[in-house]
């Protein structure tokens, strides 16, 4: 018999062994909405290891490393409370008491103050691994957590099904990792069923939607489902493709919903479209790799 952990990474490791529904797929951006993006795109700047820049020359945005930033503008403050699948996403640091005082000193405000927690994997030394949320603009929450790096690490998200989230994930667009199936509690708050992804130089983190009510986040008493991301603080997220209406007839194909069928826009200069992801994430599929330039 296989124990519930091996069964997970199996089913995981099945999704990667059948054909990938789009071959060339990447992460491309983090969709945020805000009343200001001048400063977010201000805030991003100067608070993280990222660059302002022109994205297709058409709309400023935030270049980290390898994607984009997005900011759109919308008339009144978008939803900020972690009802959506998104919770957060972060930045790494390498030594973090001596980022989160430089951020402090910066006049950076902060959601929860800096914590040891070396012991969530099991490990008994503390003074290893750090965390801390900045409160960013709109309220976004932005984690800073100890990494080798210090550059635009990760996308947390909560899912009603870690496990089957991830396999979707890897799936369709080749994301690489594993899950973990059973329970799992930290300091009487359940963190798995999980799942732990990479797609190129981002690790997108699924905790289970039980994170958010056994942790008492606002707004989870007596919720059964998510919020969908559209319209939050985060929007969504955009992976790229070479080929859009390819890509769309491939996953049609598979049986996802597709929400906004393929657009052009600024002269054909950025080609598009939205499907609906695990529970109910939004999700951009864009034309051409991300690139600076």
Known sequence: ???????????????????????DAHFHHLHLNSTDPKGAIEFYTTKFDSEKARFKDVLDAVWTQKSWILVAKVAAAPPSDVVSAIWHFGWGAEDMKTTYQKQL????KFATPL????????????????YAYVLGPDNALIELNTAAHHH??????LSEDPVAAGAWYTKHF?????????????????IAPSASLMMDDVNIIIFPMEYATSSHMPGWENRKTFEPT????????????????DAIARLRKEGVTVTDEPKSVAGGKIKYAFIEGPDKMRIEIIEGRASKN
């Open 105 to 108: 000193d910066s006049g950076t």
């Open 1 to 23: 018999m296989l124990s519930t952990r091996s069964v997970a990474i199996f089913a995981l490791s099945c999704a990667s062994m059948f054909a990938q529904t789009v071959s």
């Open 115 to 130: 914590n040891d927690i070396s012991d969530i994997g099991g490990g008994t030394k503390m003074g290893i691994f750090f």
């Open 230 to 245: 559209k319209g939050r603080v985060v929007d969504h997220i955009g992976i790229s493709v070479e080929n859009l209406d």
């Open 174 to 190: 080749g994301a690489k990792g594993g899950s973990r199936a059973e329970v799992r509690m930290y300091k009487n708050v359940q």
């Open 152 to 157: 635009f690490g990760h996308l947390h998200l």
